[in-house]
């Protein structure tokens, strides 16, 4: 028997926008979101040379842009390009596009469904330009769309000598996100940092927002999936956002589908449960599952999580508007 679920309260976050269907963390995707009916969309955000908040998956530029190619001397010593490296000026004269990887020299686009790679024009953007789009559409559509920030990467912006999350936090107050009632929940891999977030960075601007501590694995925090593990996240975060199979394990089959403890400790701590990352693109769904709407129903309603990330919005609105 599957669980009575009250649809307005299972939330769809677009992770780096529609990102199924055009490059991430571009303009273009995040209005397809948008139009898409996503509750929240998401920016990871990292820090530019000249200390500008910029949107972008990866703290290096290599594998969505063409930096290779417009700044071939400016690549570190592990053969990357990073994104501090670089003042907002020159970051945008890069043509972003679909991710993809290097083979032989040549580029190899990740998702061979999406949207082709080295076509049209896309840029990179500021995190104030990605804030100014979405309060816009609210504003000229009436509709309330939230905005779900992620800090990259804090502790190698901090060994550069910036201080990402202030920056952020900074931002988000000038934009009028100052509580826990803000359409906005703010991100991160690191606990240390969210306490930081906690105690120090948001009280010293006088504000409160919803914080949530993302886990990719067990081994990372292992504390945090016992019970008082999770008492003592709720001293901090307002929810956690662990990667899926966290949730409904690997070790499912389609007769037996095995979900773990994490979804009830951490409501019974009272936190939100947004697990990512939901894709309907070949080979990326879990072999226990059929379809991408059988993975919807197993994690919404049979694990009871509260929303997910999902590169296609318009399936998981779509889903949530059918039970």
């Known amino acids: 028997m599957k669980k009575t679920v009250k649809v307005e309260e299972k939330i769809v976050i677009a992770h780096r926008g529609a990102s199924g269907y055009l490059p991430e963390h571009t303009l ?9 009916g ?3 969309i998401e920016q990871d955000v990292v820090m530019t040379k000249d ?3 910029i949107v972008l998956h990866d703290i290096t530029l290599d594998r969505t842009t063409d930096v290779a190619d417009k700044f071939p001397c400016r690549v570190r010593d592990d053969n990357r390009y990073y994104a501090i490296d670089f003042t907002l000026e020159e970051i945008r004269t890069l043509s972003a596009t679909e991710r993809f990887f290097l083979d032989e020299n040549q580029k190899i686009q990740e998702y061979k469904n999406r949207f082709p790679i080295n076509t049209s024009s896309f840029r990179i953007h500021t995190f104030e330009e990605e804030i100014q789009l979405i309060q816009g ?11 779900y920030p992620e800090i990259k990467q804090p502790i190698f912006h901090r060994n550069e000598g910036k201080d990402l ?6 931002t988000l107050k000038n934009y009028d996100y100052k509580t826990k009632k803000s359409k ?4 991160t891999f690191c606990f240390e940092e969210l306490k930081i977030l906690k105690n120090e960075i948001l009280p010293d601007v006088g504000i ?3 914080l949530i501590q993302l886990v990719d694995n ?12 999770m008492q003592r996240l709720a001293n901090f975060a307002d929810g956690i956002a662990p990667e899926k199979s966290l949730i409904v394990t690997n070790l499912s089959t389609v007769s037996s589908i095995k979900i773990t403890q994490l979804v009830r400790r951490a409501h019974a701590a009272g936190l939100k449960v947004h697990p990512y990352t939901y894709r309907s693109d070949p080979g990326q769904m879990p072999s226990y599952v059929k379809s991408f709407e059988e993975l919807l129903e197993k994690h919404y309603l049979d694990a009871d999580v509260d929303g997910i990330f999902t590169d296609f919005p318009d399936k998981a609105t779509r889903f949530l508007q059918t039970i």
């Open 184 to 187: 906005l929940y703010l991100q």
């Open 208 to 210: 409160d927002l919803n």
């Open 137 to 147: 559409l609210n504003n000229s559509t009436g509709s309330d769309v939230g905005i």
């Open 38 to 40: 996503a509750h929240y």
């Open 28 to 36: 273009e995707a995040k209005s397809m979101a948008y139009a898409m």
């Open 218 to 229: 067990e081994n990372t925090y292992p504390w945090i999936f016992e019970e008082e593990g």
């Open 51 to 53: 200390n500008v908040p």
């Open 165 to 170: 999350s202030s920056a952020i936090v900074s």
